[in-house]
């Protein structure tokens, strides 16, 4: 017997239009620079397939992930397109990078043998990307190794540097000086790999942040995370990413009313009673499905019946309730927006993020696997 677990009362909705018009944005504002669409961490949180597959309708060119089984899961689901997994995996995996076809990042000249030893044993010839560090500190080889590792892979019969690529540590405050002193880093090993007769055809640095504010980080090809959802890299580009459009909401079913007298507390710790007699809804999802334990003690809000509630009191494991006053139209079954719209109103990952001191990426990708997504 198949079970449907889509029916219970808490939900995502994914719009993958949303998705589409979202790429198509970008594209059109960064052209000719090739959009690629960053879909680790199940995209965002939003699906990975689904996503990829939107973002390639869209005009995509690519896509990347973090770590090769996100890879493999792409290529079971059938597709084709090329896909980069974002950093030098364990040599051990380099036949499983191999065999599916996927881009792997090189950092490391042992990194490189190792994807030479695949590439032989498979018979097959495969186009790497080199990552350099700039300045990040984080995944990359230092500029004055990239010449070496780039010489190891062109004098290898199977290997070629297909790409070369930094990452930005603060993108999203576009002023800020590291930006130049990472761009003037890598135009650096551009050149000097240039001058020894190395020109990678695809050159990337930007993320969306990159991307969208500082044209000079664009190249050939961009790497577009956050801004394919339709969130913000950062404050500091709000202006750039005018015009995107969250594609995730997250939903839910009021499951319990009761009347809760004046200077009673509600929830774990009892810690804020309440002003005056109201009306408290139940919600049936809580931080094991992603919202963050303390939303309702930072002054977090969800939608009912076209108004903001505040969340009353300790977001528990599975459920969290809502101060709905004395409004009693509240009723089992009215449905909750938590992010989305509803009446005119619209509330954010990003502004969850704002109340809890995190950024949307994590909100986005917190939302538990225990949420059935419905794709729109
Ligand atoms: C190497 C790399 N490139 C691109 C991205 C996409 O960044 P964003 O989501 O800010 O566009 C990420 C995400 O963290 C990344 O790690």
Redesign the pocket.
């Known amino acids: 017997m198949s079970i449907d677990f889509s029916q219970r009362w808490a939900w995502a909705e994914v719009h993958t239009g949303i998705i589409q018009h979202n790429i198509a944005v970008i594209a059109e504002r960064i052209a000719p620079t090739d959009v690629w669409a ?1 879909v680790k961490a199940n995209g965002y949180g939003h699906g990975a397939v689904q996503v990829a597959e939107a973002a390639l309708t869209a005009g995509a060119g690519g896509l ?1 992930v973090a770590i090769v089984d996100e890879g493999v899961a792409l290529r079971r689901a059938g597709i084709q397109a090329p896909i980069l997994v ?1 950093s030098e995996q364990p040599a051990e995996l380099a036949p499983l990078l191999v065999g599916y076809a996927l881009t792997p990042t090189v950092a490391t000249t042992l990194g490189a043998a190792a994807v030479a030893t695949a590439a032989q044993d498979a018979g097959r010839e495969v186009g790497i990307h080199l990552k350099v560090d700039t300045g990040m500190h984080r995944m990359g080889a230092q500029p004055a190794e990239v010449l070496g590792i780039a010489q190891f892979v062109s004098s290898h019969p199977l290997l070629s540097t297909e790409g070369l690529y930094t ?1 930005f540590a603060v993108a999203d405050e576009p002023a800020h000086e590291a930006n130049a002193r990472q761009l003037g880093q890598f135009t650096g090993v551009i050149d000097n790999l240039a001058e020894r007769g190395i020109t990678p055809p695809v050159i990337h640095a930007a ?3 990159a991307a969208l504010a500082n044209p000079a980080a664009r190249f050939n090809m961009a ?5 394919t959802y339709g969130l913000l ?1 950062g404050n500091g580009v709000a202006h750039e990413c005018r015009g995107l459009i969250p594609a995730m909401s997250l939903k839910a079913r009021v499951s319990a009313v009761r009347w809760v007298e004046a200077g009673q507390a509600v929830s774990y710790g009892l810690r804020t009673p309440l002003t005056s007699q109201s009306l408290v809804a139940t919600v049936p999802l809580g931080y094991a499905d992603g919202v963050p334990r303390r939303l309702g003690h930072e002054g977090g809000h969800v939608l009912i019946n076209g108004a903001p509630r505040r969340i009353a009191g300790t977001v528990t494991m599975d459920q969290l309730m809502v101060d709905c006053g004395p409004d009693s139209s509240v009723s089992v079954g009215d449905e909750v927006v938590l992010i989305g719209t509803q009446g005119g109103h619209t509330v954010t990952a990003d502004d969850w993020a704002d109340l809890t001191g995190t950024i949307g ?1 994590e909100i986005v990708c917190g939302v538990s696997p225990r949420i059935h997504r419905r794709y729109l």
């Open positions: 960053v990347c974002l990452h993320n969306s942040a790497r577009i995370g956050i801004a890299p990426y």
